[in-house]
């Protein structure tokens, strides 16, 4: 049974019969007056009925703010999780930031020393660069000399051996002149 017909059937029991609203023929009829004892059962009907009506508008408003109360409490603690989860992520960011500040100070550091080293570098590759240079000189200078010495000694050796084909040609012309002296009768001692 619903409650609309439970509420009629509490009604019809204390209803007073002179309230009827119609006739057989549904032509409405006469209002009669209730007597008082009719109208102190109908205003208990009523009072029960707004009574029971009112009841279940509080529970039903209670039962919306307990769901909106549960809602919104439920809404709390997953906000509160999520804050939770965003400080515990916030200091995971922040020792992640200071170890990369760390990171960052320890790279700058090392590449200063980097920077000094090749710097170190640059100037021994710049003397070395020099010095070969100089070397270079040096050994160009060298190598000038020993072609200057080379080519006197060669003009040397083709003087001297111009001189010697020239003592040669004179010693030949020597030995010929004494021996045509010597084999020409003219200069020749007379036999004795």
């Known amino acids: 049974m619903t409650t609309l017909e439970a509420e009629r059937a509490r009604a019809g029991r204390v209803a007073p019969r002179s309230m009827s609203t119609s006739t057989g023929d549904g032509v409405p009829a006469a209002a009669t ?8 059962n109908l205003r208990d009907v009523v009072a029960d009925v707004i009574e029971d009506k009112l009841a279940r508008v509080v529970q039903s408003v209670e039962y919306v703010q ?19 989860a965003l400080r515990a992520r916030l200091a995971t960011m922040g020792a992640e930031l200071a170890a990369a ?26 003397q070395l660069s020099k010095n ?17 010495e080379t080519r006197q000694w060669k003009e040397r050796c083709a003087q001297l051996e111009v001189l010697r084909h ?21 200069t020749r001692p007379p036999n004795r």
């Not at 007056?33 to 102190?40: I, K, R, V």
């Not at 030995?175 to 003219?186: C, E, L």
């Open 33 to 40: 007056l209730a007597s008082p004892d009719e109208l102190d």
């Open 66 to 84: 307990n769901a909106q109360l549960e809602f919104y409490q439920h809404q709390l603690e997953q906000a509160e999780q999520e804050v939770q």
């Open 101 to 126: 500040r760390q990171s960052a100070e320890q790279y700058r550091a090392e590449a200063q020393v980097g920077r000094e080293t090749v710097e170190r570098h640059l100037q021994s590759i710049e």
């Open 132 to 148: 070969a240079d100089e070397m270079r000189k040096f050994a160009l200078m060298g190598i000038d000399d020993a072609r200057a």
């Open 166 to 186: 020239k003592d040669a040609q004179a010693m030949d012309t020597m030995r010929r002149a004494a021996f045509n002296a010597a084999t020409s009768p003219s």
